[in-house]
């Protein structure tokens, strides 16, 4: 097991990590304003499964045959662009509601667990095929690890733990602060057009992005 002082000093990197504006924070922040702070939450769970996936393949040695071959590099690259693309175009045709209440998911109403699973999903998907993550845990992990200490394997499965609850805290908070704003905009049919617009432009940027990353 790693020690304590490494456990800690890795969680606060972890944190300001989290804090870095970067394209799944952004993610987070863009659907929890357009469609209220529960999707927005649940959009945050499926990114925490997908750096369970991104730190497994990592302790297992998958990682590095991945980061070794190109080809799995350019095809995991499109097919997430291509994802965002498609994000995008169901924004930018999205309707808006006339009436002066908020859309689901922004009021006290709870979410559908159909809709719970399909936004757990959108978060697992945007993060798992992002290959510039899977990269970046290849080559962050480790680093905190100490052989002396036991198995590497088990000290990366630790450290990529510490990473998900860094991301739930942080990104849980953006979900909540942003979702409640949200709500408030959403009361608006010209704020939903607006919003759905923004949202179309973003995921529509994040996907040029990821086509435009190098290894």
């Known amino acids: 097991m790693p020690a ?29 304003i357009q469609r209220g702070w529960r999707v927005g939450m ?16 990592v302790a297992l040695g998958l990682a590095a045959l991945f980061a070794a071959s190109s080809t799995a590099f350019i095809t995991l690259k499109w097919c997430g662009a291509a994802y ?9 045709r999205a309707p808006v509601s006339s009436s002066d209440t908020p859309q689901a998911g922004s009021t006290a109403q709870s979410l559908p667990w159909q809709q719970a699973l399909r936004m757990v999903g ?21 680093q905190f690890a100490d052989p002396a200490r036991g198995s ?10 510490l990473f998900v609850l860094a991301t ?6 953006i979900a909540c602060f942003s979702g409640v704003f949200g709500g408030i ?14 949202a179309g432009v973003v995921f529509l940027g994040l996907a040029v992005r990821l086509l435009t ?3």
């Open 84 to 92: 965002l693309a498609w994000l995008a175009w169901g924004a930018l």
């Open 168 to 173: 739930l805290l942080v990104f849980g908070a």
């Open 185 to 198: 905009l959403q009361r608006s049919a010209r704020a939903q057009w607006w919003l759905n617009r923004l």
């Open 4 to 32: 304590w002082n490494a456990l800690v000093a890795f969680l606060g990197v972890a944190v300001l990590l989290a804090l870095t504006p970067g394209p799944d924070n952004l993610f987070v922040l863009v659907q929890s």
């Open 42 to 57: 649940c959009v945050v769970v499926g990114l925490c499964l997908g750096i369970v996936v991104h730190t497994t393949a």
């Open 152 to 161: 590497v394997a088990l000290q990366i499965v630790c450290f990529g733990l």
């Open 122 to 142: 959108r978060g697992v998907v945007m993060n798992i095929t992002n290959p510039k993550v899977l990269i970046f845990f290849l080559a962050f992990l480790p």
């Open 213 to 215: 990353v190098q290894r």
